[in-house]
């Protein structure tokens, strides 16, 4: 069993859809985060969560709204999305924030918008 | 502010060569530094890390350089095989604690 989870692996919608990624950790960790890959660029981070509470929101559209029920799971909800936003949304787990130290990153999801 | 940068895009390396792969950085206060793999269609892997109080750290085939004087990290890869064909990341923690993270060079691995 891999250490952070991400469901759907692969995300195809519209403008109009909504729609949400998960991500769980089974790693006993207190940090969840959510970066964007876009192509030859460097990870974007978009969010930070400490032991469930939002710690960090880097200049993200309302157009994405994360959720963090518990410490194991972290969601990302998807409402009325661009083209641009077309990417690899990939989730991470660190055992503290700040002073994260290593990052251990999900597969990611792949989105497209149409 | 923070900058973490590559030297290059992509690196092309014969199978058996030695590969450099080199990162810049511009605060001096970062404390830790990681190199990342990821291969395509799948997550980040973590290779190996490297303290501020190091200047050499060897793994399995990899060996990470620091160099604080001019704020240059580089990973180097023993042997190269069709198998360390990806993306390599490199990251800092800034004076924050987060993560920095460079954009990536993508190593092609010729037969």
């Known amino acids: 069993e891999t250490g952070v989870t991400q469901t759907p692996r692969h995300l195809v919608m519209g403008m109009t859809n909504k729609k949400s990624l998960k991500c769980e950790q089974h790693?006993?960790?207190?940090?969840m985060y959510w970066y964007k890959q876009s192509a030859k660029k460097p990870l974007e981070l978009m969010f930070v969560?400490?032991?469930?509470?939002?710690?960090e929101n880097n200049s993200v559209p309302s157009r994405f709204s994360p959720e963090c029920p518990n410490s194991s799971h972290l969601f990302l909800h998807l409402h009325t999305l661009q083209p641009e936003d077309s990417a690899l949304y990939l989730c991470?787990?660190?055992?503290?924030?700040?002073?994260?130290?290593?990052?251990?990153f999900g597969e990611g999801s792949r989105l497209t918008v149409l | 502010g923070e900058s973490v940068g590559l030297h290059l895009p992509t690196l092309s390396v014969q199978e058996g060569d030695n590969s450099i792969i080199n990162c810049a950085y511009s605060?001096?206060?970062?404390?830790?530094f990681i190199w990342y793999k990821q291969e395509s269609g799948k997550g980040p892997q973590f290779i190996i890390d490297?303290?501020?109080?190091?200047d050499k750290r060897q793994g399995q085939r990899v060996t990470v350089l620091l160099n604080k004087t001019v704020k240059h990290l580089s990973l180097q890869i023993a042997a190269t095989q069709p198998g360390d064909s990806a993306v390599y990341f490199c990251?800092?923690?800034?004076?924050?604690?987060?993560?920095?993270f460079g954009a990536g060079t993508q190593v092609v691995v010729t037969p």
């Open positions: 490297i303290r501020s109080n190091m």
């Open positions: 990251a800092l923690q800034d004076s924050w604690g987060k993560l920095q």
């Open positions: 790693l006993g960790h207190n940090a």
């Open positions: 605060n001096s206060a970062s404390d830790y």
């Open positions: 969560y400490s032991l469930e509470e939002r710690v």
């Open positions: 991470a787990s660190s055992q503290d924030w700040p002073n994260t130290g290593e990052l251990f």
